[in-house]
């Protein structure tokens, strides 16, 4: 805003070129703030639109998206939410339709962490009552495009074949749109769990979600802002020849 606001004082040009090459700046800038703007508002009502959506009670298999652990290896609030949501809707899909899903606790070990956090989500699983045989670890995974792509290899030994298999993933609200995103990157399909978190927690997260996935597209945005350049620029050699 204060680019645009900077370049918008047009009074003190005396130059032609000057005012030329500042006009057409100032259109940049506005164009560009638009465009990340319309990117705003159309990733919250995704975001909305994911966190509500309500999958239905046919699942085989529900992957649990990791996060940081407390430093004695159990869960924090934030992963446990995650667990307590995958088990409240295989308890109700079991309950519905007599069928029950496989759970698939996804994430690795990192550097400051005792156990990976597949590991620690069996465990918590297991104190909730889910027998082990129904509980497929995947611990090799780094961040949540890897949770996808290894929990998909996992369920593919296990299923054999995901042509007649549904998938569903859990992860706190913030994150399930961005989740879908990276599922598709794996080509996988899946239907998103939303588990609750705090509300003073979800603005903030949110921004980093949204950077997340500027940041996945970056090639894609890097493009158009070379375009609206080279137009910018070839609108001004127009005009001065």
């Not at 085989?60 to 939410?81: E, K, M, Q, V």
């Not at 749109?177 to 509300?199: H, I, P, Q």
Request: aromatic content about 12%; hydrophobic content about 45%.
């Amino acid at each position: 805003m204060l680019t645009i606001e900077f370049l918008n004082d047009f009074n003190s040009v005396e130059s032609d070129l000057v005012f030329y090459i500042k006009i057409i700046a100032h259109a940049c800038a506005c164009l560009l703030l638009c465009y990340f703007e319309c990117m705003l508002v159309s990733t919250i009502f995704c975001a909305v639109a994911a966190t509500r959506y309500k999958p239905r009670h046919n699942m085989d298999y529900i992957i649990i998206l990791g996060c940081a652990l407390n430093s004695d290896g159990t869960p924090t609030p934030l992963l446990r939410g995650r667990i307590e949501r995958a088990f409240e809707f295989e308890t109700e899909q079991y309950s519905d339709t007599g069928k029950h899903a496989k759970f698939v606790p996804s994430g690795g070990q990192g550097s400051d962490e005792v156990v990976s956090e597949a590991e620690s989500m069996k465990r918590f699983l297991m104190e909730l009552g889910v027998p082990e045989e129904r509980i497929i670890k995947e611990d090799q995974s780094v961040n949540t495009l890897y949770n996808m792509s290894c929990s998909k290899k996992v369920i593919e030994q296990d299923a054999e074949s995901l042509d007649d298999v549904n998938i569903a993933f859990s992860t706190t609200n913030y994150h399930v749109f961005r989740g879908y995103t990276l599922a598709n990157k794996t080509n996988m399909t899946v239907k998103g769990l939303s588990a609750k978190t705090k509300l003073y927690f979800f603005p903030n997260a949110f921004v980093r979600e949204f950077i997340g996935l500027l940041w996945e597209q970056k090639k894609r945005h890097l493009m158009f802002s070379a375009i609206m350049l080279a137009s910018a620029v070839s609108l001004l050699l127009v005009i001065l020849f």
